[in-house]
């Protein structure tokens, strides 16, 4: 199991070193580059807003009720810092980048996987192109510009959903959580979340590009494989975040 482990992690840093290396036609890679932010970050606005948006109230209220059941007076300005707070730290980059693993993780493990099986990567080798870096190279590039900015929206569209629901539970006022908005939050949080958010992206454009790019058997291996990216996406993305928090935040 060990064996096969390190036989794995070698396999994937030896496609990485093929990956990342200058196109042999730009052109070609201009254009893989907008379809693939296209397919993997335009494709995922509405799941993260629609996420975000309820995900917010939800802390938002948690934050409100945790703070009017503690013994202290708390003002109620604070309910707008603290879901920021959350939403930086926490949500928005970690388990939208989770969800993201999930959506985006599959359908690159799939569409690699789908052209293994089918033979397209060996056509591409005896032609003389570097199949990696064609079809993996894009994908990183287009992971690690747009998903900060799906993150930023998220946090945006979060700090929205508590105000919806300050409306529409009446707990606070819109003058207090605007406030506590406004509130001093330090840089540093800032830098870690868009930090942890590069890692991230980086982590769901190559795990399960090399998951499918090794597929090996017919369309039930593709499957699996795609099933497999995801998981091993998802234990790379928790792994790293503590790796992050300990090097950035401690």
């Known amino acids: 199991m ?36 296209n397919d993997l970050g335009v494709n995922s606005f509405g799941l993260v807003i629609f996420t975000s948006i309820f ?10 009720n945790n703070f009017d059941a503690s013994s202290f007076p708390i003002p109620p300005s604070f309910v707008g810092y603290a879901t920021k707070a959350v939403l930086v730290l926490e949500f ?11 959506k985006v993780g599959s359908y690159i493990a ?10 397209q990567i060996d056509a591409l080798d005896i032609m003389g192109v570097n199949s990696p870096n064609f079809l993996i190279f894009p994908k990183i590039i287009a992971c690690i510009i747009f998903n900060p900015l799906l ?4 946090i945006v569209f979060g700090i929205g959903g508590g105000y919806i629901a300050g409306i ?5 006022t819109t003058a207090d ?36 790019y090794f597929v090996n058997g017919g369309s039930l291996e593709v499957g699996r494989a795609s099933t497999q990216a995801v998981v091993w996406t998802m234990v790379f993305i928790i792994i790293s975040e503590l790796i992050l928090t300990q090097l950035i935040l401690s």
């Open 92 to 102: 928005s980059p970690t388990i939208i980048s989770l969800i993201l693993a999930g």
């Open 110 to 119: 799939s569409s690699i996987g789908t052209m293994r099986v089918s033979e």
């Open 177 to 212: 959580y605007i406030n506590g908005i406004q509130m001093y939050m330090p840089n540093l949080f800032i830098y870690y979340a868009f930090t942890k958010t590069i890692v991230f992206a980086f982590i769901i454009a190559t795990v399960p590009s090399y998951f499918g």
């Open 2 to 37: 060990l064996k096969k482990f390190f036989t794995a992690i070698g396999e994937y840093m030896l496609l990485l070193g093929k990956s990342i290396q200058k196109p042999q036609k730009m052109r070609v890679f201009w254009k893989l580059l907008m379809r693939e932010i």
């Open 151 to 154: 993150i930023a929206i998220s």
């Open 168 to 172: 529409l539970t009446g707990n606070w």
């Open 55 to 64: 995900v917010g109230a939800v802390v938002a209220i948690q934050m409100f």
